[in-house]
């Protein structure tokens, strides 16, 4: 040792070489004969290279430091007291990776080769091809990944009862001396964040639940980089505080050790899979084939990229992604490895590392606090930018190759079951509309066939899948949660869920639940915004009123007497002219009408089940209770500590809370309620209509709808309260004939129709009457007949605004009446005509609030003609209703369906020209489906869809819950205001009477 210009170095004689590079550490002599074989490769060995960072052949103080004594004295082992010089060329290698095209690699894969002692092989570490003297660092020489990860078996016996995984570390310094062993405790969370930030950084508060065997969890940290070169300006104290780690399980009952499998890779994280590669997604397994796996690791080197003493280093390499799996022995496996069900492999620990340079590092601000804080003021702090993100998880698995191939087979039978229930849909589909085509319907049936064809079939396509593979998403997702969250003894473990970007890639085992509940919900919001609202809006409706005129000639029912008929009334009254019928249904008020429709308006939106009920305790028991945190992955039920959910269980556990309480409200309203306390809405609508003497015939399909037949037993239904009563007691009584339709079986007034293609050419050739636009001449007689009502009320001195105001606007809403005109009544794609109606009327008007403008379109007083022409339609129906036609295809019969003709939906074969329409006996009220109350399957499927999908995009309950709401909010606004739109224009109610 020397004193040259104040700094101590080493000096050797001619027969040494000196080693080390001063200001990194102890320099040393070693003998020529010793350092010559490497010294030809010192140049290679210090060389370094980042790929991430784009820093190559760095050469590194560091490796020129320890490389020639460290190969050198390992070389020529001469007994323990070269055991450090071996370990820390070991750490050498682990530094470059195991890189074994590195000179420290290849040396060390050189010495491991030639030091073998055959008599002693396997004594050491229980490996057979490793050599007794060297570090253990290579798992596979001989064997390959998949093999090495289930050579191993943990000697204890794994449960679920807070089974604690007990692990150690085994800890060296830089120059291979051995530091100790410790408990790993919160050794990941390695890298902090200064005060007053410290919460967003790692340390020793960090959560250790993990260590429970079979409680999944994922913590991810921030880190400051500066953090880690607290020496920086000291090179020694860097090094020699670098500490290289091996893991090991703890087998406490026996005290063995078994040694954990390490793979290490560099600027994979954001691209590899949680646990293994794509080759090995599906069934889970530790490794792949191509896995090198290793013992000993580091979490961040900040020495090897010292490039000047004392100075920062040119490039820090740390650990981004720490991840810690086990897997469950399976039970065809357990027997061959002499384990049983309840033991596992030796877990693997898989690390990728990433590079920051820190002379690129700048200074940025984050900032605390708001401005709306009490104090008024931000707190901000300025730092350089070394701040980066890292994680650590740890995934406890089973062998999912069984289940995966079970799930095929599932699926492939569920697909099978989804076309025969299309293809049965669809076939009723056909019978309803398989018509022969007539002559009057060639101009209207023929245009657009192919189109309409292809949308029912994507809409029917669209229907099955979600209620086919709906019920098979939650059934799978609830046996995940009840076999992993009830097990008793260690059996299934949860697919890895690593709550990030890569459970939507294909390599994912959520990637089929994930497109599958996204392929869900867009076929379920697009139908019930099809079918359900749109569809809706659109039904042809018309209320038939029975009241008769009120003359001497209309004979009161007497007890056990027969309902009054048209051809009774004709009979009596001899042939009217339409224009005398005119007169006497200005004999008849129309407030019946008005109320009838009113309480029809109300009754489109009612449902059995209230949202706002369900998502106020789907919040109070998720959010109240905690019990959402039943979907994070441990197997502990009552254990409902926040923590993250498994997005699996997650929809378990809200399609399970889902349904429960939608199903309790229905049985309540149905079971309890509608029996004892009140009676079902539809039945209260039908009592109603029988009461106003109101029928209502809708048409939802062109050939297919319902008719309420309410034509009560009454003479009359305007009637004052003891008369109404008088006539109720004596239905009660028995007196009066049942309220069915006349060949009907009794006590039924609901029909499903299937309408005949000459009742159908009869209904279009009325309709073009309504559909015609109004003539000059119409016009003209309007605009005269309504100035000399505005004259006659000025005279009068009374309230002129409502006529003053008709008249300022007349000549604007004729023209959007002319427009509507031809989208009015039963205009429908299934209604008369065939002509453009619906939505597309909103649009009338072109500028302004359409939607205002579209109602406006029917505040125009309708003329004679259409009247007439309406009161025509009424008395066609009437005629048909009582099967008063001569024609045979205007006749109709009443089939009451067998039990496999209601369960399959069957529809009559009326395809012959001639046969009459049959209207089907419907006592299970299908006429609802026309409303929300039929489609309370179709809205639950849509809410709980739409809450599932939000919940995986924001996986907050609340927003979920709040999201849901709104849209179904915004379906029922557009049902209600369009419904109510359509009410008006197919009924001629003014809009302004539905209140």
């Known amino acids: 040792m020397s004193l040259v210009n104040n700094v101590y170095a080493c000096t050797c004689d ?47 103080r560091v490796f020129e430091h ?13 007994g323990a007291q070269d055991n450090h010089h071996c370990q820390a060329l070991a750490n050498l290698c682990v530094l470059q990776l195991y890189d074994e095209s590195t000179q420290a690699c290849s040396i060390f894969l050189n010495l491991v080769t030639a030091g073998r002692d055959t008599n002693r092989m396997g004594s050491e570490y229980n490996v057979s091809y490793w050599s007794y003297h060297m570090p253990w660092l290579y798992y596979t020489p001989l064997y390959k990944g998949n093999q090495v990860c289930k050579y191993d078996v943990h000697s204890a016996q794994v449960s679920l009862n807070h089974f604690r995984m007990e692990y150690r570390v085994a800890m060296y310094y830089m120059n291979g001396t051995l530091k100790g062993y410790t408990k790993l405790e919160t050794l990941f969370s390695y890298c902090t964040r200064q005060a007053p930030l410290s919460s967003k950084g790692g340390g020793s508060s960090s959560s250790t639940k993990w260590q429970y065997f079979a409680t999944s969890e994922k913590i991810s940290f921030s880190c400051s980089l500066r953090s880690l070169l607290t020496y920086s300006s000291d090179s020694q104290q860097m090094v020699d505080d670098m500490v290289f780690y091996e893991l090991f399980l703890l087998d406490r009952t026996t005290m063995k050790f078994t040694p954990v499998p390490t793979i290490l890779t560099v600027g994979s994280s954001s691209s590899s899979s949680s646990s293994s590669t794509s080759s090995t997604i599906y069934t889970n397994d530790l490794c792949a084939t191509d896995d090198k796996l290793v013992r000993r690791f580091y979490l961040h080197d900040a020495i090897s990229g010292i490039e000047t003493i004392n100075s920062d280093p040119r490039v820090i390499r740390y650990a981004a992604r720490i991840v810690l799996t086990t897997q469950l022995i399976p039970e065809t496996s357990a027997g061959a490895s002499g384990a049983s069900t309840d033991s596992i492999y030796a877990p693997v620990l898989r690390i990728d590392y990433m590079e920051s340079v820190p002379s690129t590092w700048g200074a940025v601000t984050e900032t605390l606090g708001s401005s709306s804080s009490s104090s008024g003021t931000t707190t901000t702090y300025t730092y350089t930018d070394d701040i980066v993100s890292y994680s650590f998880a740890a995934y406890y698995i089973s062998d999912m190759s069984h289940f995966f191939a079970t799930f095929q087979g599932f699926s492939i039978a569920m697909f099978v079951i989804f076309i025969f229930f ?143 008929t048209l051809a009774a009334s004709a009979n009596a009254t001899g042939a009217r002219t339409v224009a005398q019928r005119s007169k006497e249904q200005q004999q008849v008020s129309v407030w019946r009408t008005l109320m009838v429709a009113n309480e029809y308006a109300e009754l489109q939106v009612e449902r059995r089940s209230d949202i706002r009920f369900t998502l106020f305790w789907l919040g109070f028991f998720l959010i109240g209770l905690n019990l959402q945190y039943n979907a994070t992955p441990q197997p502990d039920l009552n254990d409902v500590t926040p923590g993250h959910r498994n997005m699996l269980l997650r929809f378990a556990v809200s399609t399970f809370f889902w349904l429960i309480l939608s199903v309790a ?37 062109k050939f297919h709808g319902y008719y309420l037949h309410c034509r009560s037993p009454y003479p009359h239904a305007e009637a004052n309260m003891m008369e109404l009563v008088d006539m109720l007691n004596q239905e009660e009584a028995g007196l009066t004939t049942d309220r069915s339709l006349d060949g009907a079986p009794a006590d039924v007034q609901s029909f499903q129709l299937f309408i005949s293609s000459e009742t159908r050419d009869a209904l279009t050739q009325i309709y073009d009457v309504l559909a015609r636009p109004m003539t000059m001449t119409e016009l003209i007689d309007q605009r005269r007949n309504r100035s000399a009502l505005a004259a006659s009320a000025g005279a009068r001195g009374g309230n002129s605004r409502m006529s003053n105001a008709a008249m300022a606007q007349d000549h604007s809403q004729q023209q959007s009446y002319n427009n509507a005109s031809n989208r009015s009544f039963f205009s429908s794609p299934g209604g008369f005509g065939g002509r453009r109606s619906g939505l597309g009327a909103f649009r009338t008007g072109g500028s302004g609030n359409s939607f205002k403008m579209g109602f406006a379109a029917f505040h125009a007083i309708p003329t004679e003609r259409v009247v007439q022409a309406w009161q025509e339609m009424t008395s066609f129906l009437q005629q048909w209703v009582e099967n008063n036609l001569s024609v045979t295809g205007l006749r109709r019969v009443i089939h009451e369906p067998s039990y496999l003709e209601r369960m399959m939906y069957s529809a009559p074969d009326l395809t012959q020209s001639g046969t009459p329409s049959v209207f089907y006996t419907d006592r299970a009220w299908r006429f609802t489906e026309t409303m929300f109350l039929g489609r309370e399957m179709d809205l639950l499927l849509f809410n709980i869809l739409v809450y599932s999908l939000v919940d995986m995009w924001f996986g907050s309950t609340l927003t979920s819950i709040l999201l849901a709401y709104l849209a179904d909010y915004g379906i029922t606004y557009l049902r209600g205001s369009y419904g109510s739109y359509n009410l008006s224009r197919k009924t001629l109610v003014d809009p302004r009477f539905l209140i």
């Open 14 to 60: 001619s027969s040494y070489r000196i080693a080390g590079y001063s200001g990194i550490g102890e320099q040393s002599c070693i003998l020529n004969t010793l350092a010559s074989p490497f010294v030809s490769v010192l140049s290679a060995a210090k060389t370094v290279n980042y790929p991430t960072a784009g820093i190559t052949n760095f050469n590194s």
């Open 66 to 78: 320890f490389f020639l004594s460290a190969a050198s004295y390992c070389s020529f082992y001469g």
């Open 422 to 564: 299309f293809g049965l849909r669809y076939h009723n589909w056909n019978m309803r509309h398989a018509r022969i085509i007539t002559q009057a319907g060639l101009t209207t049936d023929l245009g657009g066939a192919n189109v309409k064809l292809c949308g029912e079939i994507l809409l029917l396509l669209m229907s099955s899948f979600v209620l086919v593979f709906f019920p098979y998403v939650v059934i799978l997702s609830w046996y995940f949660f009840v076999f992993f969250k009830m097990q008793e003894v260690p059996s299934i473990m949860l697919p890895v869920d690593d709550g990030g970007s890569s459970v939507v890639t294909s390599t994912s085992p959520y990637y089929a639940f994930v497109m599958g509940l996204y392929v869900l919900t867009f076929f379920q919001v697009l139908y019930v915004l099809i079918t359900v609202v749109y569809r809706q809006c659109q039904i042809d409706i018309f209320l038939l009123d029975w009241e008769p005129f009120h003359n001497s000639q209309m004979q009161a029912l007497q007890p056990g007497g027969t309902k009054p």
């Open 665 to 701: 409200q229905y049985l309540w309203k149905w079971v309890v309620y509608e029996r004892y306390f009140s009676e079902p809405p539809e039945q209260r609508f039908l009592d109603f209509c029988t009461i106003a003497k109101v029928s209502v015939f809708v048409l939802d399909e």
